[in-house]
């Protein structure tokens, strides 16, 4: 037997070294903070010199690395640490340069708003003075279109609603917003986002109502958007009417059982009778799939809309909801190619259903009609108005003002 000890196969070859262009940088966000940070400390408050120094280091330096880095540095005055505490302190080098950086290095437009996100997230985190400036400078952000409203997300973060920091942070906010453009250019960039219809979220869910939210932010100075979130509360309580109202027709609720139904939602939203014929018309003709033939959809029509004059009966007994109805009903004919020589018919019906009366067809035909379609309407109507004219004066239920 061999008692030597048997050697262990090694592996021979030629070692390659790494390139040096292809060995990964280490990732040192402190490194990058401390570079930094000791230029902006050697430009002093020269502004020219600090703009200089930023726009120059970003072709040293990994702008695109490092961003979270740098707008932690620009605007909230150094690296945060979880939870928003600033792990150094320093002071804010901020605003003026960040719209300079982002227009020369288009890649920091992502960094910069995702930045702002996490700051709003973290506001717990700063003073109420730093707050407040943070607040007038979001506003400032979001007028000059650097950053999209969807930002406001992190508002709604369930912690700082429920101790009122979201509320007064967005007070300051929308002061500036406002102040720099006004209360129409804030309701296009919310809806834009989808944030339109979610202000209350704002609050706590026992005070998400239009009451608390108007009197906070009108008590704030803040009247304008007050109205605005009033508005779109309303829009959204008649879009879900309106659906309501289609599924009821779907499922063959009876019209008294409807006529009931609306009247109590009046009560409820203290919708206006004028309001409500919109409403309802817009429900019954979204109710059926309309032919796509000319010759065949007034026929339809008619039969249809035969079936729920007595609904829109319910909510014409005022003159001006009996403008309204017929404005409604122009304006659909006009939407709706394949009803545009259905409108007569149509009218001639609802006035003999006793939904229209004349007064109101009369006064739409001379003034009241609008400019959609406007001759080819006034053309049919002709002969129906000369009828009307002519007809003998003193119905039972007399005339109804307008």
Same mark, same amino acid.
């Given at each position: 037997?061999?008692?030597?000890?048997?050697?262990?196969?090694?592996?021979?070859?030629?070692?390659?070294?790494?390139?040096?262009?292809?060995?990964?940088?280490?990732? /040192?966000?402190s490194q990058f903070q401390e570079s930094i940070v000791q230029g902006l400390n050697q430009t002093?408050? /020269?502004?020219?010199?600090?703009?200089? $120094?930023?726009?120059?280091?970003?072709?040293?330096?990994?702008?695109?690395?490092?961003?979270?880095?740098?707008? /932690?540095?620009l605007v909230a005055g150094g690296m945060l640490a979880p939870g928003g505490t600033l792990s150094d302190d320093m002071t804010p080098f901020c605003s003026p340069y960040n719209k300079h950086l982002i227009r020369r290095y288009k890649y920091l437009e992502k960094g910069f708003e995702e930045?702002?996100?996490?700051?709003?997230? $973290?506001?717990?985190?700063?003073t109420e003075s730093e707050r407040n400036?943070?607040?007038? *400078?979001? +506003?400032?952000?979001?007028?000059n279109g650097n950053i999209s409203a969807s930002i406001l997300n992190s508002l709604f973060n369930e912690n700082l609603v429920k101790e009122g920091v979201s509320a007064a942070f967005a007070v300051k906010l929308f002061k500036s917003w406002i102040n720099e453009k006004d209360i129409n250019s804030v309701a296009a960039s919310?809806?834009?986002? +989808?944030?339109?219809?979610? *202000?209350?979220?704002? $609050?706590?869910?026992n005070k998400r109502s239009c009451e608390h939210f108007s009197k906070y932010f009108t008590d704030a100075g803040l009247k304008e958007l007050s109205d605005f979130a009033r508005?779109?509360?309303s829009i959204g309580a008649r879009k879900e009417l309106q659906k309501e109202l289609?599924?009821?027709?779907?499922r063959g609720e009876t019209l008294k059982d409807i006529i009931a139904y609306v009247r109590e939602e009046m009560k409820k939203t203290n919708i206006s009778e004028q309001t409500m014929i919109g409403i309802v018309w817009t429900s019954v003709m979204s109710s059926v799939e309309w032919n796509k033939k000319e010759e065949l959809v007034t026929e339809q029509a008619i039969k249809h809309l035969k079936q729920y004059s007595p609904l829109l009966k319910a909510f014409t007994s005022q003159g001006l909801s009996e403008l309204t109805l017929l404005l409604k009903i122009q304006e659909y004919c006009y939407d709706n190619i394949h009803f545009m020589k259905a409108f007569q018919k149509i009218v001639v019906l609802l006035y003999k259903a006793d939904v229209l009366s004349e007064?109101?067809?009369?006064?739409?035909?001379?003034? +009241?009609? *609008?400019?959609? +379609?406007?001759?080819? $309407? *006034?053309?049919?109507?002709?002969?129906?108005?000369?009828?009307?004219?002519?007809?003998?004066?003193?119905?039972?239920?007399g005339p109804r003002s307008i």
């Open positions: 037997m061999n008692n030597q000890k048997q050697q262990k196969p090694t592996l021979t070859g030629q070692r390659f070294k790494t390139r040096k262009r292809d060995e990964k940088e280490r990732f /040192d966000p002093g408050t /020269d502004l020219d010199a600090v703009a200089k $120094f930023l726009d120059a280091s970003g072709a040293k330096l990994d702008y695109r690395r490092y961003a979270e880095t740098l707008f /932690d540095i930045e702002i996100k996490k700051l709003l997230l $973290f506001l717990k985190g700063f400036k943070l607040a007038m *400078l979001t +506003g400032i952000l979001l007028a919310l809806r834009k986002v +989808g944030m339109d219809n979610r *202000l209350m979220e704002l $609050f706590p869910a508005n779109q509360q289609q599924e009821q027709m779907s007064e109101a067809i009369l006064k739409w035909y001379t003034e +009241g009609h *609008l400019a959609k +379609g406007k001759s080819v $309407f *006034l053309e049919q109507m002709k002969k129906f108005v000369e009828w009307l004219k002519n007809a003998e004066e003193g119905k039972p239920n």
